[in-house]
């Protein structure tokens, strides 16, 4: 990630997003943020003197408005984080179809048509640059009462996998990554602002608890996201303890073990 070039990131008017474009930006790149929340994503780019597009990531011609901007903006892209997610709780039978909607759109969608819109962009340039998607324990281990995020995020990491693949033998400029964080303070599980209500009231206050005491700052993340990026790795692993949750389910597979959110000591 180059000083000058251009650094695009969604989901960017909060949480992580917010701080990623907060840290490009001290590194001198320029910058185009992108989200759903028109009045915080203007006041982050007059804070950051940047370029905003509000955009819908579910809304593929919205992303490809987006990719246009970005094609006009004459700087080589160096960066594309696809960082924007949704995150709802409820136990799969009462997951309704509006929620799958809701958290496919944004999660999986919004990821496929990042994809589709700026790797060709990526592939024409001579330059390096890297696609990032923002994933989350969530796509490694199957914790419960949060079935259809889980698949959501496991669709992220497989299309990252897939995606670098089918990059690393023909367009070796262009890298990917995939960063999966554990507890973060965000504001993920405010769901008024997508008028939406919690699928399980009770469990869905405790998850805010947990993650208001127990999760890493966003910025912190984004500093030991942004180190590992900087050594050009595929898996992005702010949290050594989702690193370990992911080997004690490989081996449980590999055991024939049954699924343990937290292994057992």
């Known amino acids: 990630?180059?000083?000058?070039?251009?650094?695009?990131?969604?989901?960017?008017?909060?949480?992580?997003?917010?701080?990623?474009?907060?840290?490009?930006?001290?590194?001198?790149?320029?910058?185009?943020?992108?989200?759903?929340?028109?009045?915080?994503?203007?006041?982050?780019?007059?804070?950051?003197?940047?370029?905003?597009?509000?955009?819908?990531?579910?809304?593929?011609?919205?992303?490809?408005?987006?990719?246009?901007?970005?094609?006009?903006?004459?700087?080589?892209?160096?960066?594309?984080?696809?960082?924007?997610?949704?995150?709802?709780?409820?136990r799969l039978e009462d997951t309704s179809e509006r929620d799958w909607e809701f958290m496919v759109g944004v999660n999986i969608l919004g990821v496929a048509n990042m994809m589709r819109a700026f790797?060709?962009?990526?592939?024409?340039?001579?330059?390096?640059?890297?696609?990032?998607?923002?994933?989350s324990v969530a796509g490694l281990v199957s914790a419960p009462m949060s079935g259809a995020y889980n698949a959501t995020k496991h669709a992220v990491v497989s299309m990252c996998e897939t995606l670098h693949q089918e990059l690393r033998d023909r367009f070796k400029h262009v890298g990917v990554s995939?960063?999966?964080?554990?507890?973060?303070?965000?504001?993920?599980?405010?769901?008024?602002?997508?008028?939406?209500?919690?699928?399980?009231?009770?469990?869905?206050?405790?998850?805010?608890?947990?993650?208001?005491?127990?999760?890493?700052?966003?910025?912190?993340l984004v500093k030991l996201s942004l180190e590992q990026l900087d050594d050009g790795k595929f898996w992005i692993f702010p949290q050594k303890y989702v690193f370990d949750r992911f080997r004690a389910r490989s081996e449980a597979i590999f055991n024939h073990s049954d699924p343990e959110w937290l292994p057992k000591s």
């Open 1 to 90: 990630m180059t000083p000058g070039t251009l650094a695009i990131v969604t989901g960017a008017a909060s949480g992580i997003g917010a701080e990623l474009a907060r840290a490009l930006r001290a590194r001198g790149l320029d910058l185009l943020i992108s989200d759903i929340a028109a009045k915080p994503l203007q006041a982050l780019a007059t804070e950051l003197s940047c370029h905003s597009f509000v955009c819908d990531v579910s809304d593929g011609s919205a992303v490809n408005q987006l990719a246009d901007r970005a094609r006009g903006n004459g700087k080589p892209i160096s960066a594309v984080f696809a960082n924007a997610g949704v995150m709802k709780t409820a």
């Open 178 to 220: 995939v960063i999966c964080p554990g507890a973060v303070q965000t504001d993920i599980l405010n769901l008024d602002k997508y008028d939406t209500t919690p699928g399980d009231a009770k469990f869905h206050a405790s998850m805010q608890k947990l993650m208001a005491e127990k999760g890493l700052s966003a910025q912190e």
């Open 119 to 135: 790797v060709p962009l990526m592939k024409d340039q001579s330059t390096q640059s890297r696609y990032i998607a923002t994933a």
